[in-house]
């Protein structure tokens, strides 16, 4: 079946360092969207890119959809310890079904 | 973007009982969906409620299991049958709003642990 698989599984990094998840698909995306959900919490909506190699930032994110529409990144500069929780990538493969990725878990360290 | 306000946030619940998920929307939408998060997992969707009809169940999801209503188009209910330790998990009603037209939103999740 389809399936949006994203790497790292986890990741911990120090205050101040930036961080990256990737996420990739083996088939083509109408679009992908990037949610984040945080320790006991419910996942949030946080951008969506449509447009093959669409870039968006939002504030120190910075979001990419590849060329193929096949991948997409999200980039966090600078993290902060309000950057914690968990980063999920979903993606429609031209129907009305959201597939979610597999999730990053980040975590900060002071 | 649209308010969702699922009841119960949290439940114990006891092997072989069954517990009702109500989700209410703020507004008037078409596409309402459950998805299910077990522990340290992503999400996974078991259906999309459809209003006036049956709902379509994912593969591995089936009705029996997760009896699903949709009276109107601001409500629906989501019941986990004959619970099992392995049903523990985080239900969550969702909804499509956004101005274009596919964003999803979750309502704050129902956290159930059988036990």
């Known amino acids: 079946g389809q399936q949006v698989m994203q790497i790292p599984q986890y990741q911990h990094v120090q205050e101040g360092e930036d961080f990256t998840t990737y996420c990739n698909s083996s088939?083509?995306?109408?679009?992908i969207q990037w949610y984040k959900q945080r320790p006991g919490g419910h996942p949030v909506f946080l951008i969506q890119?449509?447009?093959?190699?669409e870039v968006k930032k939002q504030k120190r994110l910075t979001f990419q959809f590849g060329e193929a529409k096949k991948n997409s990144s999200l980039h966090i500069t600078a993290t902060q310890t309000t950057d914690v929780g968990t980063y999920f990538c979903?993606?429609?493969?031209?129907?009305?079904?959201?597939?979610f990725g597999t999730g990053t878990r980040l975590t900060i360290i002071p | 973007s649209a308010v969702i306000s699922q009841k119960p946030s949290r439940d114990i619940c006891q092997r072989g009982t069954s517990l009702t998920i109500q989700c209410q929307v703020d507004?008037?939408?078409?596409?309402m969906f459950w998805y299910r998060q077990q522990p340290g997992q992503s999400l996974t969707l078991i259906a999309t409620?459809?209003?006036?009809?049956?709902?379509?169940?994912e593969s591995g999801f089936v009705i029996d299991k997760f009896p699903i209503s949709r009276p109107n188009l601001t409500f629906s209910t989501l019941t986990v049958s004959n619970m099992s330790p392995e049903d523990s998990s985080i239900y969550l009603c969702?909804?499509?709003?956004?101005?274009?037209?596919?964003?999803?939103?979750f309502g704050e999740g129902s956290w159930l642990t059988v036990v």
């Open positions: 507004s008037q939408v078409t596409m």
């Open positions: 969702s909804v499509v709003a956004g101005s274009s037209g596919n964003t999803i939103y």
């Open positions: 979903a993606g429609y493969f031209g129907n009305e079904k959201l597939t």
């Open positions: 890119l449509v447009k093959s190699g």
């Open positions: 409620a459809n209003q006036g009809s049956e709902a379509t169940y």
């Open positions: 088939t083509t995306l109408s679009n």
